[in-house]
């Protein structure tokens, strides 16, 4: 009987000594460590030492840009901007052969990818356009840049682009007109500051592919000569054309020709009476838009 009691106890007693679940331990406690600090202090800690460490010429770079920088190396190939430590594709947003720089404050143009088509560089601070920033870069098919405060455009910069087909240069502060590439189709110079004396007389004849011409809001005293056959639209609202001459749009050693591409020619907003040169419209399907009386 004792024997009986003996075992029995032995058999209840050893459960009750075995360790409790692992849901029913005491939590972990960093005062186990000696210690007073809490985790979220540590991380902010860190997050300040590397965020005084990460300087580059002068600019801080955020931890979130650093992280990025050391984890994506297929973007580092990509030299870095003129006005920001940041690879292009950073700052800037590249997709399938275009670039988007759009309102980003940049102040000249940013160094391209090489299979670069499409650059959108509108309403930024580019003053200035050089003949290097498209010297290696020959597969760009348009460029925008519009909204931006452009004086001067160095001889030679679109030269070596023979595939452009679209350049907008509206809204910005150019008094003259560049050497335009020759597979242009549109171009857009609307409201600048450009005077006849800024577009050279063959500025346009050997752009046999230009189909749309955008010259509005300037200062032009007159319509720009040896306008291609292959305009269709022509744009010279608002500027201070005082005349034109009946070689203007037509060939007056030609009573035959006809101009049979030009669908639109807007003159509004001139102080010139377009009654008084008749002769100068009759190779024209449409008379030009503007004041008859």
Partial sequence: METLQAAFFLFVFVPLASPAPPLQQQPFQFDDYDTDVSMASLIQQDYEMQS???????????LDTSLRLQGDDSQLDVPPTKDTNLPTCLLCVCLSGSVYCEEIDIEAVPPLPKE???LYARFNKIKRIAASDFADITTLRRIDFSGNRIEEIEDGAFSKLLLLEELSLAENRLVKLPVLPPKLTT??????RIKSRGIKANAFK???????????????????????????????????????????????????????????????????????????FNCLRMLPVGTYY
Wanted: hydrophobic share 35%; charged share 20%; proline share 3%.
């Fill in 52 to 62: 005084k460490d990460i300087i580059k010429d002068g600019t801080n770079v955020s």
């Fill in 116 to 118: 670069t088509a499409y």
């Fill in 187 to 192: 171009f857009n110079a609307n409201q600048n």
């Fill in 206 to 280: 050997k752009l046999t592919n230009l189909a749309y011409l955008y010259l509005g809001h300037n200062a032009l005293e007159s319509v720009p000569l040896n306008l291609p056959e292959s305009l269709r639209i022509l744009h010279l609202q608002y500027n201070n054309i005082t005349s034109i001459t009946d070689d203007t749009f037509c060939k007056s050693n030609n009573t035959r020709y006809i101009r049979t591409r030009m669908d639109e020619i807007r003159m509004e907003g001139n102080p010139i009476v377009l009654a008084k040169h008749v002769n100068a």
